[in-house]
């Protein structure tokens, strides 16, 4: 199956910044979804931005304004105005079910995941 390989994260105080990336396989569809998610500390996983088979784009209205996400060779996750209720394990997903729309949590796959802390 496809295989997705996160890399960035770490600590930063708030207001600061951060980049996540993810790189894709080939065996992910190029015109499905991709999106990032996030589980903050004791709550459900959430999705965060989504980029559609169009290329649309989507936001939790929480990052708008703040989080930029983008796709071409990588998926980044541009995270600027960082708060600690932006803290959690953040995951980048992939889905080539683009018919299903990609604002939704049942992506077949998944990254690693990686710990974003935001200290005020």
């Known amino acids: 199956q496809g295989e997705l390989v996160q890399s960035g994260g770490g600590s930063v105080q708030a207001g600061g910044s951060l980049t996540l990336s993810c790189a894709t396989s080939?065996?992910?569809?190029?015109?499905?979804?991709v999106a990032w998610f996030r589980q903050p500390p004791g709550k459900a996983r959430e999705i965060v931005a989504a980029i559609g088979s169009s290329g649309s784009v989507t936001y939790i209205d929480s990052v708008k304004g703040r989080f930029t996400i983008s796709r071409d060779n990588t998926l980044i996750l541009q995270m600027n105005s960082l708060n600690p209720e932006d803290s959690g394990v953040y995951y980048c997903?992939?889905?080539?079910?683009?018919?299903?729309?990609?604002?939704?949590?049942?992506?077949?796959?998944w990254g690693q995941g990686t710990q974003v802390t935001v200290s005020s």
């Open positions: 997903a992939s889905d080539p079910s683009w018919w299903r729309g990609c604002w939704r949590d049942d992506y077949k796959y």
């Open positions: 080939g065996y992910i569809s190029n015109n499905g979804c």
